[in-house]
Structure formats: C-alpha cells, structure tokens
C-alpha cells in the first residue's frame, strides 16, 4: 500500500521560505515520477513541480526561480522548498506519485498520478 504523508505547511509572510515534506512509503518501483500539486479555494487542482527518476524536473511557471524540488531516495523523502514566497502561492498542497512512471520523465499531468497524500496547507499573508 503506497502512502504518502506531507509536513512542513504554515503561515508565513511575503518573501518569506517554507520546506515541504513528503514520506513515501510502500513501493519498490525504480521509475517513477513524484510531484507537488496546489489547490486553492475556489480554483482547480494546478501542478506546481515534479520530478522523476531519470532526473529531470518540471516547473510550473509560476514557481520557477523560486521553487525547487529534490528527493531522498534514502529516506524515501520528497522536498519542496518554497523561497519568495507570494500571497498568491497560498492553497492545500499535496504531494502525487505516478507509479511506476516507465518513460522516467517529469510531467505535471494531474491524471497521470496514481497516488495521493492529504494536503498540508500553506498560508501566505501580505
């Protein structure tokens, strides 16, 4: 059973940093592709940043230069790290997982990911 379990969401000012977490556990595969999704209130579920096990990484627009995602294959950790961070960046984010992902290629279709953590939320005030 794959589960995954986010941390790291708070309130924080404009320009301000959060670290999200997320612990994978319950795979074995050696592709696959890992990704942070938002939703705020109102608006539709959008992909902020994903990567996969050949590598790459895949950014959202808006996030790019500001963002960043990494992941510990030893501790089976997936990172957001979320500098400058602007008010519009508030929303319940979640981390996905797509399992197993055979092309190892980053993507942030929302249909592609099979598995779903429950959201930390990410408050960003003015």
């Known amino acids: 059973q794959v589960q995954l379990v986010e941390s790291g969401g708070g309130s924080v000012q404009a320009g301000g940093s959060l670290r999200l977490s997320c612990e994978a556990s319950?795979?074995?595969?050696?592709?696959?592709?890992l990704g942070w999704f938002r939703q705020a209130p109102g608006k539709e579920r959008e992909g902020v940043a994903a990567?996969?096990?050949?590598?790459?990484?895949r950014y959202a627009d808006s996030v790019k230069g500001r963002f960043f995602i990494s992941n510990d294959n030893v501790k089976n950790t997936l990172y957001l790290q979320m500098n400058s961070l602007k008010p519009e960046d508030t929303a319940m984010y979640y981390c996905?997982?797509?399992?197993?992902?055979?092309?190892?290629?980053?993507?942030?279709?929302?249909?592609?990911?099979?598995?779903w953590g429950q959201g930390t939320q990410v408050t960003v005030s003015s």
């Open positions: 996905a997982a797509d399992l197993p992902s055979p092309l190892g290629v980053a993507h942030l279709r929302h249909s592609g990911y099979d598995y």
């Open positions: 319950g795979y074995t595969y050696s592709t696959y592709c």
């Open positions: 990567i996969a096990s050949g590598g790459s990484t």
